[in-house]
């Protein structure tokens, strides 16, 4: 069946632009998550969904950062007002229920100029 | 709180040796570990994962690891290195919220030459 899916691949933007990702988890998965891979910080945790709630959102590094999920499927990471510092891969995860497996889709990397 | 700490940061094999990337976890308590592989310009693929059952995990492409609770490890190894074995390796424990939020090792990039 069809994996994670994330768009766009790649996004290049201005310092000061605002910036959205997508991600489509795998059909019936309620859980979804968000990570970021960086050079310096490594992979990290931002925001956890389960349905359409955010129990956990203590990764998100500012508040310039903001995720939302609607119908408990698509998952759009919102970065606002976008610095030079937040260029990484945002790699977006779902599972069939709260601690089970994860996949990975391909992650949006993201370049910030 | 949980981390890991991949011990090396690059390792280097011949083809056809055995290959071993080492891990070393925290946790307070008995935790879910997993090994991701990274290939080039690819998304985190599931190697395996411990979860209690055996302390001896077998996984895809010939990987297997080995909780051991006494020395807090678990390293990753493979009898015989392929050349399509090189790519990045991610030790990872779940955090203990019970919806298994994900803590990476900084990881460990492994190279395999002819």
């Known amino acids: 069946g069809a994996g994670v899916s994330q768009s766009p691949s790649n996004k290049v933007t201005e310092k000061g632009k605002d910036v959205e990702l997508r991600c489509d ?19 990290e945790f931002l925001i956890y969904f389960q349905g359409n709630s955010a129990p956990d959102k203590s990764g998100l590094p500012s508040d310039r950062f903001s995720a939302e999920r609607t119908g408990g499927s698509v998952s759009t990471l919102t970065i606002q007002r976008t610095q030079q510092e937040d260029s990484a891969v945002y790699l977006c995860a779902s599972s069939f229920g709260p601690g089970e497996t994860q996949y990975f889709g391909p992650g949006t990397r993201l370049l910030v100029l | 709180a949980q981390s890991v700490t991949q011990l090396d940061s690059h390792v280097s094999v011949s083809e056809g040796t055995p290959v071993l990337l080492r891990c070393n976890y925290s946790s307070s308590y008995s935790p879910s570990l997993f090994w991701y592989v990274q290939h080039p310009n690819k998304g985190l693929q599931l190697l ?38 090189a790519a990045e390796y991610f030790c990872v424990v779940s955090d203990s919220g019970g919806y298994n939020k994900l803590i990476f090792g900084a990881g460990t990039r492994l190279a395999v030459h002819p």
């Open chain 1, 25 to 43: 988890p795998i059909s019936g998965h309620t859980a979804l998550y968000w990570y970021r891979q960086s050079l310096g910080q490594g992979l």
């Open chain 2, 48 to 85: 395996l994962k411990y979860t209690s059952a055996a302390t001896l995990v077998k996984g895809i492409n010939g990987f297997e690891a080995e909780f051991k609770k006494s020395e807090t490890s678990f390293h990753l190894t493979k009898p015989s290195a392929h050349m399509s074995d």
